[in-house]
Nanobody
Framework: QLQLVESGGGLVQPGGSLRLSCAASGVSLHIFAIGWFRQAPGKEREEISCINTSGDKTNYADSVKGRFTISRDNGKKTVYLQMNTLKPEDTAVYYC????????????????????WGQGTQVTVSS
């Protein structure tokens, strides 16, 4: 059974950077596409990025495009989310999850049917 654990959250000033990690255990990570999500207080959970098994296909929500980068190291069983130029509106609990299905069509990549959610890591952007 796949288990995912997020880490790397914390308090950072606006304009700063953080790198989140999503570490896998129980089952080989390389067979799953992985997505990152976030949920701010009083708001719905938002999918912000997803990466395919080999790491050569990704997608990003418009809210983070150009600032966040998803990557993976299957040898280390870890998926990363590099977050740059952070804004107060990025404050949220960040989660990773495995995608049971992903699709690449006409240059567009997407992930779906998420499972094995981690417990989340808090990111707070504040001065």
């Amino acid at each position: 059974q796949l288990q995912l654990v997020e880490s790397g959250g914390g308090l950072v000033q606006p304009g700063g950077s953080l790198r989140l990690s999503c570490a896998a255990s129980g089952v080989s990570l390389h067979i799953f596409a992985i997505g990152w999500f976030r949920q701010a207080p009083g708001k719905e959970r938002e999918e912000i990025s997803c990466i395919n098994t080999s790491g050569d296909k990704t997608n990003y929500a418009d809210s983070v495009k150009g600032r966040f980068t998803i990557s993976r190291d299957n040898g280390k069983k870890t998926v990363y989310l590099q977050m740059n130029t952070l804004k107060p509106e990025d404050t949220a609990v960040y989660y990773c999850a495995a995608a049971q299905r992903d699709t690449y069509y006409s240059g567009s990549y997407s992930c779906d049917d998420f499972h094995s959610w981690g417990q989340g890591t808090q990111v707070t952007v504040s001065s």
